[in-house]
């Protein structure tokens, strides 16, 4: 299998070097393969993530996605990366109230000029809320927000899905249906998936796991 994302010696550092979130850093990961990112509060896992993801670059080192080096890329190519290759799923789900769970899923469609309310409608059933999609996220469960989130990370049909703490803010029977969902969309339609967490049943589904301290991987890593 090919590598997807790839991480070389990357360091993040803030106050002017002060603070080192990441320390050298270095992590490859395949294509299709489904992984968990696992330490405690403050040890970088969140930073790496949002450094994977684009969202944020490193202070040295690299951050390759398909073999392209991020570091070297203007934001409007970045936000292509963004757009197209990767899905997010965060813990706080970041639904547009206003909207309803249909509208909140076409957005990434809309943003790249490809709405297409069809393939929202068959996502929303992917992920059992067919019934619920002209509901508003007021009217839904946190389970069913968060469905709809992961949803909405599939509009473009990415190949690699980001997961910071999918299932923080679900009560335990609602987040095994979340963990169920994340496996089933890695082991049937071969997404990428990475996931931040500190829910050892979630890590343990996943095929790898990948402890983080202090900003270096302590487990797992290569």
Not at 46 to 75: A, N
Not at 91 to 103: D, G, I, K, R, S
Not at 187 to 197: R, S
Request: include cysteine.
């Amino acid at each position: 299998m090919s590598v997807i994302l790839e991480c070389r010696d990357v360091w993040k550092e803030y106050e002017e070097g002060k603070v080192k979130a990441l320390r050298g850093v270095s992590l490859k990961i395949k294509k299709g393969e489904s992984l968990a990112i696992l330490g405690p509060s403050g040890s970088g896992k969140s930073t790496l993530m949002h450094i994977l993801g684009c969202l944020d670059k490193p202070t040295r080192g690299k951050v390759l996605i398909k073999g392209k080096d991020t570091s070297k890329l203007e934001s409007k190519e970045l936000a292509k990366i963004r757009g197209e290759t990767i899905g997010f799923v965060f813990q706080f789900f970041y639904l547009v109230p206003f909207m309803t769970a249909l509208e909140n899923v076409m957005l990434p469609m809309v943003f790249r000029g490809k709405e297409n309310k069809e393939k929202a409608q068959e996502l929303l059933e992917l992920v059992g809320l067919k019934e619920k999609m002209h509901f508003l996220p007021n009217q839904l469960s946190g389970g069913q927000r968060q469905r709809v989130a992961i949803a909405r990370a599939l509009a473009n049909d990415p190949e690699i899905i980001l997961a910071d703490e999918p299932t923080g803010n679900l009560d335990t029977k609602t987040g095994e249906e979340i963990i169920k969902l994340l496996v089933s969309l890695n082991k049937n339609y071969g997404k990428t998936l990475i996931v931040v967490t500190h829910d050892k049943a979630l890590a343990r589904k996943m095929k790898r796991v990948i402890h983080i301290r202090d900003g270096k991987i302590v487990k797992g890593g290569g």
